[in-house]
């Protein structure tokens, strides 16, 4: 299947990466542990009950995690980073344990979350979504759209019939999270604020498990090398010279300018270089500077 232009970066990890990480770094996992776990929710969450704890040791089985998740009524979990510029996904960090590649693979490379109903109502809101396959497929019906009923149709294959999905946060990596549990009951009646409660405790915790090595990938996507006049060129574009103006700068040709911005484009995973001008200058205004690979 070939990627949409424009399709986001999907990097999956699963329970054994971020195993591996906190074994790497043991000091950062046990400083995660002691958070509260509601402190990723977003504002419509702060009177949330304090689930600290509760959730913490089926995290070192994902079998009890599936067994949890039944209990409640669902029967996958889709957890996903997403970094954007505007409506726009970069980069997508998925955890692949608890929901089918199957259904991940083509959600990203087709670009389906552009029309998906649930990702547009959370992101607009902040609020978490209960939803239906029905109403999605009478949506897909209605617009004629022909990449919202790939959606449905996948979503049906997949038994993915109803659930709820919660918008988290990840403020200090500046990414956008989202926690969906799906369940193979027709429609969203059944959740009632009993599953909805066990929903947002299970979201949380696998939120609070896999933070440490986000924030690991993060930092180590995020650090670009560049060779010197590459980053003289960068440093220039994200002040605001003009092409012109940087092969003045650096007394270089427009041609090497050009080639410069094209391939920095490709790095950053950005479509012009308005884009990599915000992305590169929102990179070194949260992280450590670019490095340098003086050459």
Not at 114 to 120: K, Q, S
Not at 151 to 156: D, E, G, K, Q, V
Not at 195 to 224: C, M, N, W
């Amino acid at each position: 299947m070939t990627p949409f232009e424009g399709a986001p970066i999907v990097e999956l990890f699963s329970r054994a990466d971020v195993l591996a990480q906190q074994r790497e770094q043991p000091d950062v996992a046990a400083m995660d542990a002691q958070a509260p776990a509601h402190a990723a929710l977003n504002p419509f969450f702060t009177e949330a009950e304090d689930v600290s704890g509760k959730f913490d040791a089926f995290l070192s089985n994902f079998n009890e995690c599936h067994q949890r998740m039944r209990a409640a009524g669902f029967s996958t979990l889709t957890y996903g980073a997403f970094e954007m510029v505007g409506q726009r996904m970069l980069y997508a960090h998925i955890l692949r344990d608890l929901a089918p590649v199957s259904f991940i693979q083509p959600y990203f490379s087709n670009m389906w979350y552009e029309v998906d109903p649930r990702f547009a109502e959370m992101q607009q809101t902040g609020f978490p979504v209960a939803w239906g396959l029905g109403l999605i497929e009478e949506r897909a019906r209605a617009c004629n759209d022909r990449r919202m009923q790939a959606l449905a149709a996948s979503l049906r294959t997949h038994n993915m019939r109803s659930g709820v999905i919660f918008a988290l946060s990840a403020p200090q990596l500046g990414l956008r999270v989202s926690v969906g549990l799906a369940s193979e009951t027709h429609d969203h009646d059944w959740i009632n604020d009993r599953v909805f409660g066990t929903a947002l405790a299970i979201s949380l915790a696998v939120h609070r498990f896999v933070q440490p090595f986000l924030e690991a990938r993060v930092r180590r996507i995020r650090t670009v090398v560049l060779a010197h006049e590459q980053e003289a060129v960068l440093e220039r574009l994200v002040q605001g010279f003009s092409d012109q103006g940087i092969a003045d700068a650096l007394q270089i040709s427009l041609h090497k300018v050009g080639y410069h911005i094209h391939w920095l484009e490709r790095v950053f995973n950005a479509q012009n270089r308005a884009q990599l001008a915000y992305l590169a200058g929102r990179r070194l205004r949260a992280w450590e500077p670019v490095a340098l690979a003086n050459q």
